[in-house]
């Protein structure tokens, strides 16, 4: 199975105050940090973004998707990707996930045949995270929860045939917790813990 990833770089990042996909992160931008930890698991990888080009100065191997409504939220992105990519479906990340762990990616691959959407049974501090693999099928389900405005995780997950995979499987092909991985870099305090984390674990090895 040919192995597609889709990177959510775009959304208006008013918490931070500056694209979240160019903050610095290790000796590179957080995309590119993402970039090079995933890309060798992926046959295809492509960039969603507010408006084609703002992240072609990288001169990374990846398509950008642009958004079809700007800041219209992270599953009109996903609906915009969805529409755009090669294959029939594809694994879907948010660039301020920086510590997830390349594995969780191909578990949930591993799992998504015959699934429009496959993704773990979040709960409580998780519930937003969008991470998934979602497949073509979910066009229709998308674009109608974009109409009708409502484009809640409980409203698309039961028009489409959803997998949840319990978390406690992450367990068993990683050593980074689900709460690390999961872990969003959404405001300054949040990027500056990240960064000292790295920093502290580069230190160590």
């Known amino acids: 199975m040919n192995k597609t990833l889709v990177i959510l770089c775009g959304g208006d990042s008013s918490r931070m105050g500056t694209k979240k996909a160019l903050l610095p992160f290790e000796d590179k931008t957080m995309v590119e940090y993402i970039y090079d930890k995933f890309s060798p698991y992926f046959d295809k990888v492509y960039l969603s973004v507010n408006e084609r080009g703002d992240l072609a100065h990288l001169g990374l191997d990846a398509q950008e998707i642009p958004d079809i409504s700007r800041n219209g939220g992270p599953y ?72 009708f405005k409502n484009t809640t995780k409980k409203y698309i997950h039961e028009r489409c045939n959803t997998n949840l995979i319990d978390t406690e499987e992450i367990a068993n092909i990683s050593k980074v917790s689900m709460e690390q991985q999961f872990y969003k870099v959404s405001d300054r305090q949040s990027y500056y813990y990240a960064v000292f984390s790295i920093l502290k674990h580069n230190f160590v090895c």
């Not at 998504?112 to 993704?119: K, L, R, V």
């Not at 099928?137 to 974009?146: A, D, E, H, W, Y």
């Open 76 to 147: 009109c992105a996903i609906l915009s990707c969805l529409t755009m990519i090669t294959g029939d479906r594809a694994f879907i990340m948010s660039v301020d996930t920086p510590f997830m762990d390349p594995r969780t990616a191909v578990l949930l691959y591993e799992q998504s045949y015959n699934y429009d959407i496959t993704t773990f049974n979040f709960k409580d501090d998780f519930e937003d995270s969008v991470c998934g693999v979602y497949s073509k099928r979910c066009i229709g389900p998308l674009f109608k929860s974009i109409f």
